[in-house]
């Protein structure tokens, strides 16, 4: 034991003789503490370079609709304002990567009705047509959804024309008759 309280002793003698060697320029000097300031100062941490984004615009609908083209339950639609038979419109739409639109419920519709009468408008065209005994849709699409107004199912016109008045259905008018349209593309096309 006794070796033990030598070998602690030397060792403290030891210590304390290269801490008082220690080159001053290594030594940490403390700043005094001034009583009444706060000494913890607010500790902030780097920030990354953010870019600050402008707010999104409302009118903005997805980011898969090209400019003024508008999302809607998985597509693309267009008020084109231009006047244009029903094969001009749909012409139109097809140099724009699209068809005239077709529509498959009540929700669709009404949706259409409001984009025609914002725009002011009281009619355009959709993408419906008669051919062969049947009413069809300019995509393909199959013609699920009838909607006409009373007396507007006739045969006699060939192309399809909506109402922007609520509650008011499609009617079948002369495919010469210009009017606006609407144009409607597939999302990611």
């Known amino acids: 034991m006794k070796s033990v309280v030598i070998f602690l002793l030397f060792a403290a003698v030891a210590f304390k003789a290269t801490a008082e060697e220690v080159p001053e320029q290594m030594v940490e000097e403390k700043e005094p503490v001034v009583p009444g300031e706060d000494v913890l100062e607010e500790v902030k941490e780097p920030q990354p370079d953010v ?54 419920s009540p929700m669709i519709y009404s949706h259409f009705q409001f984009m025609v009468g914002r725009a002011g ?3 355009a065209w959709i993408g419906g047509y008669h051919f062969e005994s049947s009413w069809r ?49 597939k999302v990611g096309c």
């Not at 984004?53 to 508008?70: G, K, T």
């Not at 419109?89 to 077709?102: K, Q, R």
């Not at 909607?147 to 008045?165: E, T, W």
Request: include cysteine; charged fraction near 15%.
């Open 51 to 104: 870019e600050e984004l402008p707010p999104l615009d409302p009118q903005v609908h997805s980011q898969f609709c090209l400019p003024e083209w508008e999302f809607f339950r998985g597509n693309c639609y267009l008020m084109n304002r231009n006047y244009n038979s029903w094969r001009a419109a749909a012409a139109e739409c097809a140099d724009l990567g699209g068809t005239l639109a077709s529509v498959h």
């Open 121 to 123: 408008f009281t009619s």
């Open 137 to 185: 849709w300019h995509d393909g699409s199959f013609f699920d959804y009838f909607n006409f107004a009373s007396g507007g199912a006739g045969s006699s016109h060939k192309c399809l024309q909506m109402s922007s008045n609520l509650g008011q259905g499609w009617s079948s008018r002369s495919c010469n008759t210009v009017t606006p349209s609407i144009c409607q593309m």
